[in-house]
Nanobody, 123 residues
Framework: QVQLVESGGGLVQAGGSLRLSCAASGPASSSYAMGWFRQAPGKERDVVAAISWEGASTYYADSVKGRFTISRDNAKNTVFLQMNTLKPEDTAVYYC????????????????WGQGTQVTVSS
């Protein structure tokens, strides 16, 4: 069982930046692919970015390419999402996720989920 705890959400003006963190704990948690998903009111949860367990492969949704960067520190069992040039449409609850397969995260699936952190971008 992997536990995921997100932090770093908040309120920011359009054009600003936020950095989300996700601390993972549990057996072999550093060997999991990790991802960030988001869910806006009235919409389905969708993948934002994902990173393979060793960090060699990354995936980004088209809507965030060039603005968001996913990274991980396996020594600290932590994954990050640096969000720059934020837009009001980025407003959502952001969830950290983990799975044994990188491809599953890209397919919007995951085995483990965090509780979510709210990101609100004002115009």
């Amino acid at each position: 069982q992997v536990q995921l705890v997100e932090s770093g959400g908040g309120l920011v003006q359009a054009g600003g930046s936020l950095r989300l963190s996700c601390a993972a704990s549990g057996p072999a948690s550093s060997s999991y692919a990790m991802g960030w998903f988001r869910q806006a009111p009235g919409k389905e949860r969708d993948v934002v970015a994902a990173i393979s367990w060793e960090g060699a492969s990354t995936y980004y949704a088209d809507s965030v390419k060039g603005r968001f960067t996913i990274s991980r520190d396996n020594a600290k069992n932590t994954v990050f999402l640096q969000m720059n040039t934020l837009k009001p449409e980025d407003t959502a609850v952001y969830y950290c996720a983990a799975d044994g397969r990188f491809g599953r995260l890209r397919s919007r699936s995951a085995t483990y989920w965090g509780q979510g952190t709210q990101v609100t971008v004002s115009s």
